[in-house]
Structure formats: structure tokens, C-alpha cells
């Protein structure tokens, strides 16, 4: 079983930067392809980034392609998601989530889910 929670959220300038972790329990950890998803109240929780098992593959959704990057420290147990010039429209509750690749992130076949965090962006 691996449990995951996410840090980092808080209340961001549009234009600045913002980091989100996302640390994992359980030995199994460097196994899973691992998904950022953002919700906002009324929407569907939609993934925004994946990355791959060994991390030398990523996903990233077109409204936030050139400016978040997704990245892992298998070691660390832990993936981060870095968001440089985050827009008032990325104001979401942000979610981390395991899944079997990156297919199964984008299909939404999601084995773990983190609590989440929310990101303000005002601006």
C-alpha cells in the first residue's frame, strides 16, 4: 500500500513560482507512474502531468506545457511538481496520484490518491 501527501500549496503572484511535493510511503514507489491533477469546484479533476517510473518520460496537459515541470527522486520517494508563471487560472486543489504508467494517469485509473493542496494564484 503506499500513502502519498502532497506540500507546497499556498497563495502564489501570478508570474512567480511555486513548488508542490508530493512524498510517498511504501517500498513500492519507484514502481508506479506518478500524476499531478488539479480540481476546481464544479469541474472534474483533470490530469495536468505524468511522469513515468524511471522519469524519462512525461506528460503534460496543453494549459500548463512550458511552464510546470514535473520531476521525481525515487530515493526521496517523492515527485514534485514545479510551476513557474502560474496564471489566477491554475487556482485549483492540486492532487498527486500513482498509477500503473502514463496512459493509466491519463485514463484516470488511478491506484493512489493524495489528499491535496490548494494553489491560490491572484493577480
Known amino acids: 500500500q503506499v500513502q502519498l501527501g502532497e506540500s507546497g500549496g499556498g497563495l502564489v503572484q501570478a508570474g512567480g513560482s511555486l513548488r508542490l511535493s508530493c512524498a510517498a510511503s511504501g517500498r513500492t514507489f519507484s514502481s508506479y507512474a506518478m500524476g499531478w491533477f488539479r480540481q476546481v469546484p464544479g469541474k472534474e479533476r483533470e490530469p495536468i502531468a505524468a511522469?513515468?517510473?524511471?522519469?524519462?518520460?512525461?506528460y503534460y496537459a496543453d494549459s500548463v506545457k512550458g511552464r510546470f515541470t514535473i520531476s521525481r527522486d525515487n530515493a526521496k520517494n517523492t515527485v514534485y511538481l514545479q510551476m513557474n508563471s502560474p496564471k489566477p487560472e491554475d487556482t485549483a486543489v492540486y492532487y498527486c496520484?500513482?498509477?500503473?504508467?502514463?496512459?493509466?494517469?491519463?485514463?484516470?485509473?488511478?491506484?493512489?490518491w493524495g489528499q491535496g493542496t490548494q494553489v491560490t494564484v491572484s493577480s
Open positions: 496520484a500513482t498509477a500503473r504508467n502514463i496512459v493509466t494517469v491519463l485514463r484516470a485509473e488511478i491506484d493512489h
Open positions: 511522469i513515468s517510473w524511471t522519469g524519462g518520460s512525461t
